[in-house]
């Protein structure tokens, strides 16, 4: 993927669920990314890139032109596992295991 542009020239403000809030997190703690932003930009671009490739060879025959193909509801969180709690000292903790551990004493 590319790296960061040099400048950026749209913004965008979006809510997102907690669990997918969390997922992006882990994302960015599991590719050592500097920023959120970062992480986002990687999953849009690698999402977008691979409906690209899903779509060119079902388009049903339109070309890739009128309304967008449905697309499958994301799974509610309920479905999803919490991460699995640490029970070692938090002094042999990484570093990522720590904050997560904080986090969740926070929530």
Do not use: H, W
């Amino acid at each position: 993927m590319a790296g960061r542009p040099k400048s950026m020239d749209t913004r965008k403000i979006v809510s997102l669920p907690a669990a997918l809030a969390q997922s992006i997190e882990n994302y960015r703690f599991e590719n050592r990314l500097k920023t959120e932003a970062e992480a986002i930009r990687q999953l849009i671009e690698t999402g977008l890139s691979a409906s690209k490739k899903s779509g060119a060879s079902d388009d049903g025959g339109a070309g890739g032109k009128g309304k967008p193909r449905a697309t499958k509801p994301p799974s509610s969180p309920e479905k999803t596992k919490p991460a699995p709690r640490s029970t070692a000292p938090a002094t042999s903790l990484t570093k990522e295991a720590q904050l997560r551990a904080l986090r969740e004493s926070r929530a």
